[in-house]
């Protein structure tokens, strides 16, 4: 009994949640927070108490429309570091089209390195799983589909660094912001 009581001030309650890692901590909660405010709610880790729930309604409402403004900038940030790189080529190439096109080449590959083909060799270390489970949960989370059948730091059996959850929901903010740049680089090519 003394052994449930002390679950429950710790977080884990027995309505279902079999993880001992989904606690409010820091990470726990950034992690939520980043879940929440990119709609990506992988449905492992909620509020259990009504005052919870308010609030979590209260924070997407402001967090959601800030975070779709943060991320904005993130990329507009992006963009303009692309487009000065593509300037200084011009003066290299001595032409615009060479430049956009080595500027956009160099933009996809960096991205797909550090958003989706690298980070599935972290999650492979940390969580166990497979080359292709690592880029699938990258892609998923990334594109905001977020379904829960894979998520990070919630395996009992591992042991995961402090800084493992802060540093993944300092990725999903860039990497979101990265692939809605070549969302709307697609969306350009094929109107």
């Known amino acids: 009994l003394q052994g449930i009581v002390q679950a429950y001030k710790s977080g884990v309650t027995l309505q279902g949640n079999t993880t001992s890692l989904g606690r409010w901590n820091f990470s726990g909660s950034f ?3 980043i879940s929440a405010v990119t709609t990506i709610g992988y449905g492992n880790l909620s509020p259990s108490t009504v005052a919870g729930r308010i609030f979590c309604i209260l924070f997407a409402l402001f ?5 779709l403004v943060l991320l904005n900038e993130i990329g507009q940030v992006m963009l303009l570091g692309a487009q000065h790189c593509a300037h200084r080529l011009e003066e290299v190439f001595h032409g615009q089209k060479k430049a956009s096109l080595l500027i956009k080449t160099s933009a996809l590959v ?4 550090l958003f989706l083909l690298l980070p599935p060799l972290l999650f492979s270390d940390k969580e166990g799983w497979s080359y292709e489970e690592g880029f699938y949960y990258s892609f998923i ?15 009992p059996d591992r ?5 493992y959850k802060n540093v993944i929901s300092l ?6 912001a990265w692939l809605a740049l070549i969302i709307k680089f697609c969306i350009s090519f094929l109107e």
Do not use: E, Q
């Open 31 to 33: 992690f939520f927070s």
């Open 141 to 155: 989370t990334l594109s905001t589909i977020g379904f829960g059948d894979y998520v990070i730091g919630m395996n």
């Open 63 to 67: 967090g959601i429309p800030l975070n």
């Open 171 to 176: 990725w999903i903010l860039f990497g979101m």
């Open 159 to 163: 042991t995961y660094p402090g800084w």
């Open 110 to 113: 960096t991205g797909l390195l």
